[in-house]
């Protein structure tokens, strides 16, 4: 089993940043691929960015390419988000998961587990 609690979510202006955190329980360390996602209201979950068990294969949806960066402590079993020149289409429930499959998906079936999730919201 394994636990997950995002933070660091809120509300800021288009333009500004936030940094958001994926803390994990249970078995963790570098068992799992990680991922974040997000759902805004009326919409469908959409994949955010992943990132490998060591750290070394990034993955970004192409919304997001070069204003996110994911990130992993494995030491600290904490999975980072740091968000910058945010957009108010950026406003959504983001959430954690975690994925055993070594293969890439964007696919949030592919997830085993998942966090309760952290709203963003950036306004214009």
């Known amino acids: 089993q394994v636990q997950l609690v995002e933070s660091g979510g809120g509300l800021v202006q288009a333009g500004g940043s936030l940094r958001l955190s994926c803390a994990a329980s249970?078995?963790?360390?570098?068992?799992?691929?990680m991922g974040w996602f997000r759902q805004a209201p009326g919409k469908e979950r959409e994949f955010v960015a992943r990132i490998s068990r060591s750290g070394g294969g990034l993955y970004y949806a192409d919304s997001v390419k070069g204003r996110f960066t994911i990130s992993r402590d494995n030491a600290e079993n904490t999975v980072y988000l740091q968000m910058n020149s945010l957009k108010p289409e950026d406003t959504a429930v983001y959430s954690c998961a975690a994925d055993r499959h070594t293969y890439y998906s964007s696919i949030p079936s592919s997830y085993e587990y998942w966090g309760q999730g952290t709203q963003v919201t950036v306004s214009s």
């Open positions: 249970g078995r963790t360390g570098s068992t799992y691929a």
